[in-house]
């Protein structure tokens, strides 16, 4: 519980000062995942109700919830209007994380946010360790895929903060971030 306030509080606290993007896609969906996922880190239920709350309509595309779900068969998945591109909000299914997704953002934009948020969260006694940092190639170009372990000394559990970005828009996403309760190490 504690290493939960302590995140939430960093990137309230990250939250408040100016976004880095200037690509107002990148800077949207940053800022939905510092709403949204943050202050419901570990608790899908109450994404759930964010979704509800703000009417958002589910997706039922077999396709787009393989996608933004994946397997798990307790994930769900909702699309976020806006005028600044195609967005969605989503639980994953195995994972449970809270993961939103951007059909096209700047990559290096979202990764700059992203990193910057993360490098907020470090401070003495919580330990922030890279657990997959890779490179794939794919038809829009090389997939990014970054993910960062936070948690305390001996805490039984720990939060997982996953960015994936692909070079080029053209696939189902361009940019999505995600957050998850996971084990310690």
Wanted: aromatic share 8%.
């Amino acid at each position: 519980m504690l290493i939960r306030t302590v995140v939430i509080i960093t990137f309230l606290l990250a939250a408040g000062q100016p976004a880095l993007a200037a690509d107002p896609a990148a800077a949207f969906l940053t800022k939905l995942f510092i709403n949204v996922c943050v202050p419901n880190l570990g608790q899908p239920a109450k994404v759930r109700e964010w979704a509800e709350a703000h009417h958002l309509g589910q997706i039922d595309s077999s396709a787009m919830l393989g996608l933004f779900v994946g397997p798990g068969g307790n994930g769900a998945a909702w699309a976020v209007p806006t005028a600044v591109g195609k967005f969605a909000l989503s639980i994953r299914g195995m994972s449970q994380a809270c993961a939103v997704w951007a059909q096209a953002a700047n990559p290096d934009e979202v990764e700059t946010s992203f990193k910057t948020i993360v490098k907020n969260i470090k401070r003495p006694g919580i330990l922030v360790s890279v657990d997959k940092d890779t490179v794939s190639p794919s038809p829009v170009g090389d997939v990014h895929a970054l993910v960062y372990n936070v948690t305390l000394p001996n805490a039984p559990t720990s939060f997982e903060f996953t960015i994936l970005t692909a070079q080029r828009p053209g696939g189902a996403f361009q940019a999505s971030m995600q957050a998850a309760r996971a084990s310690a190490h």
